[in-house]
Every structure is written in structure tokens, then in C-alpha cells.
């Protein structure tokens, strides 16, 4: 009977891409199989935070012209849609009641797409806020209402393992914040 339930899970299991072994060369009885571990959930991630096809030039005007008028400072994300950790911190941005109740109170934010690796996308604004990309992607930019900038933040040191940390994104908005 137990040799019967064996043989049914690889026959169950021979879908994966590994042929299952001879009825003759099976041994193990269930209880001596490995448990299986839960899988890993992968962090939640924004799908594509950069829109195609956007003027980037003009969006960060804007933001510069509401800040001004509202007290609020401009937040820019440089990065692209192929950039796992761009998504990351996108979907911390839209979905961490904290940091998205913050980034409403205080700040403007530009999605800044660089495109593909070593493509010209946005170049005009990247060397305009001294090379962000430099330290990789996704990069935050703080401008204050005028337009200057205040400060370049890379973003691994808002990294707890596999995602972006709500408090320390949050400590960094709370830090900047005009």
C-alpha cells in the first residue's frame, strides 16, 4: 500500500520535467520523504510605474509649479519598468498607508523612465540633476519648489532583504520634507 502511494506521486509529479524512477529503484517510504516548504511569496511589485510616451521634461515642471504653490517639495524617481526594484518601491510608494499618506501631504512625484541600459531616454534631465543613474536604479531625486535640487538618494539603504522598508522610505520622506 505504501509502495502504491509512493509510485502515485511520481507519476503525479513527473509533469515537472524529471522523468520518474523505475518502480524497481523506488525505496523511500512517505514518511521518509522531505517535507515540502511552503513557497516564498515574491515582494509586490507595480506592474509598469513608467508610462510610454510620457514627457518627463514637462511632468517635472508641473510638479515644480504645484510645490511651489502648496509648500510641497518634488520627489523624482528615476528608473524604468524593466528595474524589479523600480517596481518594488513604486508599489511602497502606492501601497504602504504610510508612506502614501506622507508622499500626499508632502511631496510631488515624477516617475523620470530611463529606458533600456545605456538608451537616451530623459538624458536631458538625468545630467540636468548630476547623474542620478550613477548610482543606480531606481534613484530619488528631492527638488524644493524652485526646482533645485536638495538632495540624491540611492535607494539600497531603503532595502530590508528582498523589498524597500516602509519606515526607513518614510524616515527618508519625513527627512526631506520641507
Given amino acids: ?10 507519476v503525479l509529479g513527473s509533469g515537472c520535467g524529471e522523468e520518474p524512477a523505475p518502480a524497481s529503484e523506488v525505496t523511500a517510504e512517505p514518511a521518509e520523504l522531505a517535507p515540502t516548504a511552503e513557497p516564498a511569496t515574491d515582494p509586490p511589485e507595480v506592474a509598469r510605474p513608467y508610462e510610454d510616451g510620457v514627457d518627463a521634461q514637462a511632468e517635472v515642471e508641473g510638479a515644480v509649479a504645484r510645490a511651489s504653490a502648496e509648500g510641497k517639495r518634488v520627489l523624482l524617481m528615476f528608473g524604468a519598468n524593466w528595474c524589479i526594484w523600480c517596481r518594488r518601491l513604486a508599489w511602497v510608494f502606492e501601497n504602504e498607508p504610510s508612506v502614501r499618506a506622507a508622499l500626499a501631504e508632502g511631496w510631488h512625484v515624477v516617475h523620470v523612465d530611463t529606458g533600456t541600459r545605456g538608451s537616451p531616454a530623459n538624458a536631458a534631465l538625468v545630467a540636468r ?17 524652485a526646482g533645485e535640487l536638495v538632495h540624491t538618494q540611492e535607494t539600497g539603504s531603503l532595502e530590508r532583504a528582498d523589498r524597500h522598508d516602509p519606515a526607513l ?3 527618508f520622506l519625513n527627512r526631506y520634507r520641507r
Avoid at 500500500?1 to 511520481?10: D, G, P, Q, T
Avoid at 540633476?129 to 519648489?145: A, E, F, S
Fill in 1 to 10: 500500500m505504501k509502495r502504491s502511494m509512493v509510485l502515485a506521486l511520481l
Fill in 129 to 145: 540633476y548630476g547623474d542620478p543613474l550613477q548610482h543606480g536604479l531606481p534613484c530619488l531625486v528631492v527638488l524644493d519648489g
Fill in 169 to 171: 522610505v518614510l524616515a
